[in-house]
């Protein structure tokens, strides 16, 4: 067992990091999945091995878990999978916690255990604590359980924030010195939950990509921690491969959002109320109308789609895909505008998408297409608001200024899928509804793109 062992783990990190390079794209995204499924059967069957006691509550445990699990998963609709993803990310780090808690208990505080042992756990249980309790405000939001606007204390949040850290550390400072009651590690976890809460409550909608990345990132590392105490490589490896990926990714939808990281936590935009257009009579839309929208279409060189939450939430993948077919089959090119921060979590689009066998040749990066759109007679945009406002090139006063858009305005003409005037996640209203050169189909998206496609093939 020494040797098999070792081995087996050896194994179950090669197909932990080969799964993750196929999560790259789309075509290997399942296959990568599976591998990375793979190896965590295998590395969770090697932890087994080793385990001498408390078999009817492992068995217990895998019961409920595989029985909550393997149904939500299956049930989930492809518009909730940012709320699962938040929630499931929440109980990891809310695992890690318990860990830490119950490492506490079965020591007697910490007694006789090496500093290495203690600080790995304390920590495991701060990161965890606050990963938890952040998801479940995360998926609030995302579910709109919790607003989506900022709710916060204004100028006290941050001071407010510090001494809950503060508070914790000293929690952790005392259960860690050994002996001490558990009401210190307690207060610990409570401390770095309403903390996790705090820090999740004041950012807005329109930042809560970033956010899951983030947390995903913080239960990574909890976990990391958490293997190093218990001298787990398993848990040391995928936390730390989670962790860095994790990490990673949040800085990369930081910079698509110009945004830091310190500044999103501090409290990012989202939810501000706005003027809606009737309010305004300088400002007017004009209508089209499904015939309409496909004649333009299918007498253009180059069409692209731009797809946006309202996609997911219609459920139009599969509709948008029957359309294309039709256009190509008259001639036109049609490409899709992916924006990094579209939708409710990284790469919701390109999920969306590729669920509906949409070419992956055909899905266009922000800055590969952004040079395009000056050149397409046609641009679709369904449900997508922020990504593709243009007061974020030329309205300082806008709080989305400087965050890098799809030149959707540039186009020769633009049609916007959307139920109503209303403002996207941000709660920012979108100046490109009233330009010269956009036309707005109101209705539901699926109903929309339906018609239109029955449009085309009258023509």
Same mark, same amino acid.
């Given at each position: 067992?020494?040797? &098999?062992?070792?081995?087996?783990?050896?194994?179950?990190?090669?197909?932990?990091i080969?799964?993750?390079?196929?999560l790259?794209?789309?075509?290997t995204?399942?296959r990568?999945n599976?591998?990375a499924a793979?190896?965590?059967a295998?590395?969770?069957?090697?932890?087994?091995l080793?385990?001498?006691?408390?078999?009817i509550?492992?068995?217990?445990? #895998?019961?409920?878990?595989?029985?909550?699990g393997?149904?939500?998963?299956r049930?989930?609709?492809?518009?909730q999978?940012?709320?699962?993803?938040?929630?499931?990310n929440?109980?990891?780090g809310?695992?890690?916690?318990?860990?830490?808690?119950?490492?506490? #208990?079965?020591?007697?505080?910490f007694?006789?255990?090496?500093?290495? +042992?203690?600080? &790995?756990?304390?920590?495991?249980?701060i990161?965890?604590s606050?990963?938890?309790w952040?998801?479940?405000?995360?998926?609030?939001?995302?579910q709109?359980?919790?607003?989506?606007?900022?709710i916060?204390l204004?100028?006290?949040?941050?001071?407010v924030?510090?001494v809950?850290?503060?508070? &914790?550390?000293?929690?952790a400072?005392?259960?860690?010195?050994?002996?001490?009651?558990t009401?210190?590690?307690?207060?610990?976890l409570?401390?770095?939950g309403?903390?996790?809460?705090?820090?999740?409550?004041?950012?807005g909608?329109?930042d809560?990509?970033?956010?899951?990345s983030?947390?995903?990132?913080?239960?990574?590392?909890?976990?990391?921690?958490?293997?190093?105490?218990?001298?787990n490589?398993a848990?040391?490896?995928?936390?730390?491969?989670?962790?860095?990926?994790?990490?990673i990714?949040?800085?990369q939808?930081?910079?698509?959002?110009?945004?830091?990281?310190?500044?999103?936590?501090a409290?990012?935009?989202?939810?501000a109320?706005?003027?809606?257009?009737?309010?305004?009579?300088?400002?007017t839309?004009r209508?089209?109308?499904?015939?309409?929208?496909a004649?333009?279409?299918?007498?253009?060189?180059?069409?692209?789609?731009?797809p $946006?939450?309202?996609?997911?939430?219609?459920?139009?993948q599969?509709?948008?895909?029957?359309?294309?077919k039709?256009?190509?089959?008259?001639?036109?090119e049609?490409?899709y505008?992916?924006?990094p921060?579209?939708?409710?979590m990284?790469?919701?689009?390109?999920?969306?998408?590729a669920? &509906?066998?949409?070419?992956?040749?055909?899905?266009?990066?922000?800055d590969?297409?952004?040079?395009e +759109?000056?050149?397409?007679?046609?641009?679709?945009?369904?449900?997508a608001?922020?990504?593709?406002?243009?007061?974020?090139?030329?309205?300082?006063?806008?709080?989305?200024y400087?965050m890098?858009?799809?030149?959707?305005?540039?186009?020769?003409?633009?049609?916007?899928l959307?139920?109503?005037?209303?403002?996207?996640?941000?709660?920012?209203?979108?100046?490109?509804?009233?330009?010269?050169?956009?036309s707005?189909?109101? $209705?539901?998206a699926?109903?929309?793109?339906?018609?239109v496609?029955?449009?085309?093939?009258? #023509?």
């Amino acid at each position: 067992m020494d040797v &098999a062992v070792p081995i087996l783990y050896i194994v179950a990190f090669g197909l932990f990091i080969y799964g993750l390079s196929g999560l790259t794209g789309p075509r290997t995204a399942v296959r990568g999945n599976i591998i990375a499924a793979v190896g965590m059967a295998i590395a969770m069957i090697t932890a087994l091995l080793t385990v001498h006691h408390n078999w009817i509550l492992i068995i217990v445990g #895998l019961v409920v878990g595989t029985a909550l699990g393997v149904p939500s998963a299956r049930q989930v609709k492809m518009t909730q999978m940012p709320q699962m993803v938040a929630l499931f990310n929440g109980v990891g780090g809310g695992a890690v916690a318990l860990i830490a808690w119950s490492e506490f #208990l079965s020591s007697s505080g910490f007694t006789g255990r090496p500093a290495a +042992f203690i600080i &790995a756990s304390l920590f495991s249980a701060i990161i965890g604590s606050i990963s938890f309790w952040g998801s479940l405000i995360a998926f609030g939001k995302l579910q709109e359980i919790v607003s989506s606007s900022p709710i916060g204390l204004g100028r006290a949040q941050q001071a407010v924030n510090a001494v809950l850290l503060v508070g &914790a550390i000293v929690c952790a400072v005392i259960a860690g010195m050994g002996g001490a009651s558990t009401l210190w590690i307690i207060g610990l976890l409570v401390l770095a939950g309403v903390l996790g809460v705090m820090i999740v409550l004041p950012i807005g909608g329109a930042d809560m990509p970033v956010v899951i990345s983030l947390l995903n990132a913080m239960t990574g590392l909890a976990a990391a921690a958490a293997g190093l105490a218990l001298s787990n490589t398993a848990m040391i490896v995928a936390g730390m491969i989670v962790g860095a990926s994790g990490s990673i990714l949040t800085n990369q939808m930081a910079k698509a959002m110009n945004r830091t990281i310190p500044a999103i936590v501090a409290g990012g935009f989202g939810g501000a109320s706005v003027a809606a257009a009737d309010d305004d009579p300088d400002k007017t839309v004009r209508s089209t109308s499904a015939a309409d929208a496909a004649i333009q279409m299918a007498y253009a060189e180059k069409v692209i789609v731009v797809p $946006g939450y309202g996609l997911a939430v219609a459920q139009a993948q599969h509709a948008i895909k029957e359309m294309a077919k039709l256009l190509e089959a008259k001639g036109v090119e049609v490409t899709y505008a992916i924006h990094p921060v579209a939708g409710r979590m990284p790469g919701h689009m390109n999920v969306l998408l590729a669920e &509906a066998d949409v070419s992956y040749d055909a899905l266009k990066e922000m800055d590969d297409i952004n040079d395009e +759109f000056a050149r397409t007679e046609v641009t679709l945009v369904i449900g997508a608001n922020d990504v593709t406002n243009p007061a974020a090139r030329s309205d300082p006063s806008s709080p989305i200024y400087g965050m890098p858009i799809l030149n959707v305005d540039q186009s020769h003409n633009v049609i916007v899928l959307k139920r109503s005037m209303s403002s996207g996640f941000a709660g920012i209203e979108n100046p490109l509804f009233f330009l010269d050169n956009t036309s707005m189909l109101f $209705g539901d998206a699926k109903s929309s793109v339906t018609d239109v496609t029955e449009e085309l093939k009258a #023509l």
